[in-house]
């Protein structure tokens, strides 16, 4: 079983990557309930570079966004379950709203989102152009997300 790594221990791996000649690539988010959704995105996230770091909001970070009742699966596990797929590579666990200050940490050769956004609505657009990073966005799959999984579990009681 991979755990998420220390934030304290982060430069550490960076350098190593760095210094192996790595692309890296990062994206993050919740992914709270994992669904085909999220690892198509994080598949399509991989084939732009050689490691793939996610950035997980902590349990405080979901809660912060999307209020009481959240996460349903705890950071650990939410960890462990991202760290048991292929294409994630490393996972780190951040407790702020906005992934921007561990992506300056990181300083990322290509960072991706949703769709959903674009370069002036991502709030850590800034911080990866500063630091030489290139970001893209994947789209989404239609009807596949956290929310519709726990509204269909809410409707079947």
Known sequence: MREAVE???????????RSEGKTIVTTNGCFDILHVG??????????FGDV???ALNSDKSVR????????????????????????????????EQSPADLLAEIKPDVHTKG???NEDTLPEAKIIKENGGRLEFIQFVPGKSTTSTIEKINKSK
């Open 115 to 117: 769709a959903d956004y």
């Open 64 to 95: 912060a966004l999307k209020g009481e009742g959240r996460p349903i699966n705890n950071e650990k596990d939410r960890a462990e379950v991202l760290n048991g797929l292929k294409s994630v590579d490393y996972v780190v666990l951040f407790d």
């Open 38 to 47: 999220h690892v198509r995105y994080l598949e399509e996230t991989k084939k």
């Open 7 to 17: 934030r304290k221990d982060l430069q550490n791996l960076i350098k190593k990557l």
């Open 52 to 54: 793939l770091i996610v």
